[in-house]
């Protein structure tokens, strides 16, 4: 992973999400602004850990979807058409508990066939970095996010039920981040 994939991945997002979709282009600015703050944490990781965050969400673009799963259909394209960094499509891939949704949407065999079955290392920043970001990208603690994606999606959406069947794993992934980087609840 070269220095500029950070760069790159931001114009990328940006070519697909700022007019398509202003408002999940403002989430993925916040994303990409909480990544930013990891880099004392994560050495010469913080590129690709903001790469990710610029891209986590790029598959939600018009022109992308595929399966409708934008996890999936965002690690597809970065792999398929830019020959991405394997393991910046695993995280796209794999980023907040995506696993749990695909399972309900019956994806679940096709991403851990095509990206892997376990979590690829930085999974738990990135997660950090999308569950404290709200969808006009301003910060929020994870559980007022949590709960904002249940009333966004409303009782009985599949979304609504992976992001309860996961707010356990997202909450600890949230708190463990905050741990390494000392800071209280």
Not at 14 to 21: D, S
């Amino acid at each position: 992973m070269n220095k500029n994939t950070a760069a790159w991945a931001r114009d990328l997002a940006r070519k697909h999400l700022e007019t398509a979709l202003p408002r999940r282009w403002a989430h993925t600015q916040g994303v990409a602004r909480q990544a930013r703050t990891l880099a004392p944490i994560l050495a010469d990781q913080a590129d690709l850990l903001e790469a990710a965050a610029w891209l986590h969400d790029i598959g939600y673009a018009p022109d992308l979807v595929d399966t409708g799963f934008h996890p999936l259909d965002g690690a597809r394209y970065l792999r398929d058409t830019h020959h991405a960094d394997d393991h910046l499509c695993r995280l796209v891939a794999h980023h907040s508990c995506a696993l749990v949704e695909a399972y309900e949407r019956g994806l679940h065999e096709d991403v851990a066939e095509e990206f892997g079955r376990k979590d690829p290392e930085l999974n738990r920043q990135l997660t950090y970095c999308d569950m404290t970001t709200g969808p006009d990208g301003n910060h929020l603690h994870v559980e007022e996010r949590l709960s904002e994606i249940r009333t966004r999606y409303g009782n009985g959406h599949l979304v609504s039920r992976a992001i309860m069947n996961a707010s356990a794993q997202l909450t600890s992934a949230v708190q463990s981040v905050r741990d390494e980087l000392g800071l209280r609840a």
